[in-house]
DNA sequence: GGAAAGTTGCTTAGCGCTAAGCTACTTTCT
DNA sequence: AGAAAGTAGCTTAGCGCTAAGCAACTTTCC
């Protein structure tokens, strides 16, 4: 189907012979995709604990100090704009801001207007692990992705963008 | 830097922008490409479960029926080597196997050359399950890709590709 | 040939997430 | 205005995965 001269077998493309011995009725175009993505969604996971365990924190935790980090100054939101923000239930949230707090990375305080509320704030020792870790994150990230030339990067941010869009609101 | 004419704002450019708000002076370009596999992933892996539970097995059980179902007759591994396809510890694989047998889609038996092996084999019931389901989930998925003409789709799994072989062994 | 080291195999304890439950505020109806 | 229903907010119980541990076989060295 494709013209290109010679692209190596990978995983997925083992499986997908699989399935064609086995089950060759079925149409597995789309695995080829969704296949690699999951994969690579694998790969850069285990990669991006291993940055983020340099500054001593997990991969869940640094997406709740970087959601703080990313709102801007005063570095505050509610454990629900946490959960809401990183798709997580309430009760997951909970546990992760109990960690951050006892290593003092951030601080509960009750909410002024709202009894029932709280407010999660950025601790300076919290905003200087972030700072530290976000960068450590985006040089694996950045390293992994010049396997492919400028172009070809962000021909296929552009298809994901696309795919990502058809997909969430169908 | 594109002359697309217009792609709409998804999620991960707005998390883009915020970071260069508040850090203008990250780079953070690769966060185009893996911000948007990352949320494919979770995105489709939800449908991915609800296709699976029409079948009455979760993703991770799937996955361990259709190892099975694609090695061909006589749909027989050992626990050992699934662990190892799925990148799964032997522990996580127990529990799991522990299920599927319970709800009688595999059994298992002892090996008879290695006292300390076993053997794991898909039941009648069992291929019965992982064939409807295979479908099933693969309907959601080329669903969505159709998001994509042929096209597209195909130079997106090129990129993909070759992403995933240099980012695999580098 | 035997014994010790190494390898492969599988079941049990700790961590993190989802689901149920309880409290506090808000709104609406009379 | 008062009360009842609804909504938003957060901490506690069950499930699934990783890490540590124990058993059986194989290989290698003397």
Redesign the interface.
């Known amino acids: ?2 013209e ?1 001269p010679e ?2 077998k ?1 995983a ?2 083992a ?1 997908i012979e ?2 064609a ?3 060759p009725d ?9 296949g ?9 996971g285990d990669r991006m604990d291993k940055a983020y365990a340099k500054s001593g924190i997990s991969r869940g935790e640094f997406d709740v100090l970087a959601t703080l ?4 100054e005063p570095y505050t939101l509610s454990p629900r704009q946490l959960s809401a923000t990183l ?1 997580l239930t309430t009760g997951g949230m909970t546990g992760r801001l109990d960690k951050l707090e006892r290593a003092g990375l951030l601080r509960r305080s009750p909410d002024p207007h709202d009894r029932r509320g709280l407010r999660v704030t950025l601790t300076d020792k919290g905003l200087g692990v972030v ?1 530290e870790a ?2 450590a994150g ?1 040089a694996v ?2 390293e ?5 030339d400028a172009e ?17 609101r169908p």
Do not use: K, P
């Not at 079925?26 to 969704?34: G, W």
């Not at 980090?69 to 801007?72: D, Q, V």
């Not at 070809?152 to 969430?168: I, K, M, S, V």
């Open positions: 189907m494709s290109r692209q190596r990978d997925v493309d499986i699989q399935w011995t086995v089950r079925l149409d597995t175009a789309a695995m080829e995709v969704f690699r993505v999951g994969r690579l969604t694998l790969a850069m980090r990313r709102s801007g798709m700072d976000v960068a985006l990230q950045t992994a992705l010049s396997a492919l070809r990067a962000a021909l296929l941010a552009d298809l994901l963008r696309e795919l990502l869009a058809g997909t969430e």
